[in-house]
């Protein structure tokens, strides 16, 4: 399955393609600002427009936190969804 933007409120879809994964999260932060990942060890990371950046040539996302920088392959994001104020998702 491949990530693509739906009309819910609180998106949340399974992904698997890496080019798509990399493309589809690219365009997500662009056009929300902030987009929240679950990792395939379970780890959840907010990307946020100021803090993240994605490499073209290695299909990397890297996160700039503050005192750690993480450099997150798109193959290992499983899940994806959008915060928006009021609505939680576990």
Do not use: P
């Amino acid at each position: 399955m491949v990530l693509r933007q739906t009309g819910n409120l609180n998106m949340h879809t399974s992904i698997s393609s890496n080019m798509a994964n990399y493309e589809a999260l690219k365009a997500s932060v662009a056009k929300n600002g902030e987009v929240m990942v679950r990792l395939d060890t379970g780890e959840k990371i907010e990307l946020h427009i100021h803090n993240v950046r994605f490499e073209d040539s290695t299909k990397e996302i890297v996160v700039d936190a503050a005192t750690e920088t993480y450099w997150i392959g798109a193959d290992r994001v499983c899940y994806y969804w959008i915060h928006r104020e009021g609505i939680t998702k576990e």
